[in-house]
Each structure stands twice: as structure tokens, then as C-alpha cells.
């Protein structure tokens, strides 16, 4: 959980995907005094698991194209053989007991039924889709990254809320003692504040567990491991809290970015135009290949001695053609074309899921803004409220059992305002998220 102050950018995060990576344990980090939302998703884009995996897998792809294009090159190959055998055996004359040979070869693909070169962009494809593939991953893993950080933010500012109330109420039940002492009240009203004081223990506790629990989501979607004794116990400060910052969208302008910026259909998209790619490769089975070749051979002369030996150079153009495989070409091709139309309907299938991921988050944003404008006026409603209800009790034209509900109502709309928030910043990420824009710490070039 370091924390993490420098630019981040798409760009950025691709150059970490694409860079040599060998594969290493995850690192030990010490726990910061001090952890903001911007530092902890500089630290997801290093640190994140998905994200680490993902761009894996474009090196993983980065071989598959070297692997590929290799037979748009021409390939050199030596091979050399020594053999001790019986004279009577011997296939030469005269009649030897050993022989050698050393070959070198170089070859070249002349035409291959368009299969090559297919087989190359169909990988290059699948290349481009790994660091689309990354990008999503980066945009899913910052929208947790986020929403853990909310939820760290609200289950402390629950905490605060809870002890604000106790607090409160610590004071009434004083109230209420030195009234009973006076006389002035019976003991059934002292009694009653001591159950709210009790009562008031339980949600503070569950607040506070409910913040460890936020801080452990948290370092799991950060990638943050640490096994130091000194280490395990320890907790940065959080900086930041949860506001209301009113933003807005427009639905049918967030369908055509998500559906224009979405990398997920992106990725599909290039997928769908390596499937096409993979026809023609497997088609190219059936039509003739043709390489050239030429190279250097020396082999055992007549006599057993190595000056004696013959060389020469060679070179000429062979060629192979399957006219019958039985079939087998055209079973390949139909596998191609079953593979390229079940990529183009899970395409179709995501830009329709796609559309209701941007509907069912503009609607929350939507409601998260009309909850966050009521939570506020009932905030204010519910303080003055426990104002004029202890006014009146300290005068005797309130009892106690008033300020204790109007205390009750308080607790109840700061605690609706937090979660209010809260829904309201994971919303508005949500919708950004939907829509195919990055996140807002993360600038594309």
C-alpha cells in the first residue's frame, strides 16, 4: 500500500504490459503511514493481479507472432552424420568402413496458398486483442480498486458516526443520573438511557469491524502482500472523504461512447478478424506449397581420409500438394467458419449486455443523486430536531424519551447521507466504467 504519486497514464500502463517481464514472487511492501485514492490506484496498475496476468498474456502472444512469422524468413539448418560400420555392409565403392557427411541448408516459403501470411495477421490480431484485453482488465480492476476505497472511507465514517451518537448519549444518561439523584426523575427514565447507551455499543462495533473488513477487500483488489511481523497489524492513514459532487450524463450519449470506446468489443472485434484470418489458413491445406532451397554438401570420397572428401554446392525448388486428404481440409475450413460466427455472436451478445451494463448504470445514478439531494435536507431536519427536543427537555416540556428518538432519527439520516455517497461515487465510476472511458486518475495520450 504505498503510496503512489506520479501520472498515470493508458500509455503508461501499456509500456508495463509490453516491457520483458520475468515472472517473480509478489514483493513484500511495508504498510504507508498515509494511503490516497490516487496512490492506491498508481499501485493497482503494478501491483494488481488481473492486471499482471493480463499482460502476460501479450507477452505470451509477443512469441506466438515471432513463432508465426518465422516462416516468412528463410530457416538454415546444418546436419552432419559419422558412421564406423562393417566393410561387407558398405553401400559405396570401393568397400569402406566409415563414412561422414555434413549438409547446410538454407530454405525459403515461396507460396503456401496465402497460409503464411494469413497465419501472421491472424496472430498480430490476437496480439492487438491481448493489450485490449489489458485494458479492460485495467478499467474493471480500477472500477474495484475505487469502489474498495469508498467503501474503506464509509465504514470509517460509520465509525465516527456511531461514536458521535454514543457520545450523545453518554451525556443524556449523565443528564438523566443527576436529574434521578435530584429527584426530578423517576428511575425508569434513568434506566431507559443506560439501555440506549448500551444499545448504542453494538453498531459501533459492527462499524468497526465492518472497516477492517473494508481495509482487507481493499488490499486484496490492490495486489498489496506483506508478511512482516511488524506489519501485520498496522494501518495507513486514509485521506480523503466521501462528497457529493454532482456530474452528469446523458444516456443515449453513453450508448454510443460505450459502444465506440468499449475495449471488451474491441477486443471481439479483432478477434472476429483473426477467426476470418484462420479460414483462409486452414484452406490453404488444399493447394500446393512451393519452397526454394540451396545449401553446401560434403561427403566421404573414395578414399578414408577427410581431404579426400567431395564437395559441392546445390539448389533447385520442391514443392508438395495434398490432392485428396480425405476431406480433411474441408472439415478444417468448417471448423474455421463455426469458430468465426460463434466470435461474431458473443460479440453481438456483449454489445447487448454492454447496453444494459450503461442502462442499469445511468438508472443508479440516477437514484444515487436523488438519494444524496434528500440526505441532505434530512440531516439538517433531523439536527435541528435534537436541538429543539433537548431545549425542551432541559425546560420539562420534552420528555426523555423524544430526545432519544430525535437521537435515533440523527443517527439514522447521517448514516443514510454516507451510504447516499458512497452509492453516488461508485455510480458515477460505474457509468464511466460502462461507458469505455478510463479512469479519471488514468489519461489516455
Known amino acids: 500500500m504505498q503510496r503512489l504519486r506520479y501520472p498515470l497514464t493508458f500509455a503508461t500502463a501499456l509500456a508495463l504490459g509490453l516491457a520483458p517481464l520475468s515472472a517473480q514472487p509478489s514483493p513484500q511492501f511495508p504498510v504507508p503511514p498515509q494511503l490516497d485514492l490516487k496512490g492506491s490506484l498508481g499501485f493497482a496498475i503494478e501491483n494488481n493481479f488481473a492486471i499482471r496476468q493480463a499482460k502476460e498474456r501479450i507477452r505470451q502472444q509477443d512469441g506466438v507472432v515471432v513463432e508465426v512469422s518465422a516462416r516468412q524468413i528463410p530457416t538454415v539448418a546444418a546436419n552432419a552424420s559419422y558412421q564406423q560400420n562393417d566393410r561387407d555392409i558398405s553401400g559405396g565403392f570401393p568397400a569402406s568402413d566409415r563414412a561422414w557427411a555434413i549438409n547446410l541448408t538454407a530454405s525459403q516459403v515461396l507460396y503456401a496458398g496465402g497460409g503464411v501470411k494469413a497465419s501472421v495477421r491472424s496472430s498480430q490480431l490476437i496480439r492487438e486483442s491481448a493489450v485490449l484485453d489489458l485494458q479492460a482488465t485495467i478499467n474493471d480492476a480500477l472500477l474495484l480498486v475505487r469502489t474498495n476505497y469508498y467503501a474503506v472511507l464509509l465504514a470509517r465514517e460509520k465509525i ?28 425508569f427514565e434513568r434506566l431507559r438511557a443506560e439501555v440506549a447507551v448500551a444499545n448504542a455499543k453494538f453498531p459501533l462495533i459492527t462499524a468497526r469491524n465492518d472497516f477492517r473488513l473494508a481495509v482487507e477487500s481493499l488490499r486484496q483488489s490492490l495486489g498489496f502482500t506483506t508478511n512482516l511481523p511488524d506489519q501485520i497489524d498496522k494501518l495507513p492513514v486514509f485521506l480523503g472523504t466521501l462528497e457529493f459532487s454532482p456530474t452528469s450524463f446523458d444516456l443515449i450519449a453513453a450508448l454510443e461512447a460505450s459502444r465506440a470506446k468499449r475495449p471488451e468489443l474491441q477486443r471481439l472485434a479483432k478477434l472476429a478478424a483473426s477467426r476470418e484470418q484462420t479460414i483462409t489458413v486452414a ?55 463455426s469458430v468465426l460466427e460463434q466470435t461474431k455472436l458473443s460479440l453481438a451478445e456483449f454489445q447487448l449486455a454492454a447496453d444494459v451494463e450503461v442502462r442499469r448504470a445511468f438508472s443508479q445514478w440516477q437514484q444515487a443523486v436523488e438519494l444524496a439531494d434528500a440526505s441532505k435536507k434530512v440531516v439538517a431536519q433531523a439536527e435541528e430536531a435534537v436541538r429543539l427536543a433537548t431545549a425542551r427537555y432541559n425546560a420539562g416540556t420534552a420528555t426523555q424519551l423524544d430526545v432519544l428518538s430525535a437521537q435515533v432519527d440523527l443517527t439514522t439520516a447521517r448514516t443514510n447521507q454516507l451510504q447516499a455517497y458512497y452509492t453516488y461515487n461508485v455510480a458515477v465510476a460505474s457509468v464511466r466504467k460502462a461507458m469505455g472511458q478510463p479512469d479519471e486518475f488514468v489519461t489516455t495520450p
Request: positive net charge; glycine residues 12%; hydrophobic residues 35%.
Open 160 to 187: 465516527t458516526v456511531q461514536e458521535k451518537n454514543l457520545e450523545l448519549l453518554q451525556e443524556q444518561l449523565k443528564t438523566a443520573t443527576d436529574r434521578f439523584n435530584a429527584g426530578t426523575i423517576s428511575s
Open 283 to 337: 484452406g490453404a491445406n488444399a493447394l500446393p506449397q512451393v519452397s526454394a532451397f540451396g545449401g553446401w554438401e560434403l561427403r566421404k570420397g573414395t578414399g578414408n581420409a577427410f581431404r579426400e572428401s567431395h564437395d559441392g554446392w546445390r539448389i533447385g525448388v520442391q514443392s508438395q500438394w495434398n490432392i485428396f486428404d480425405g476431406r480433411a481440409t474441408a472439415g478444417r475450413v468448417a471448423q474455421a467458419r
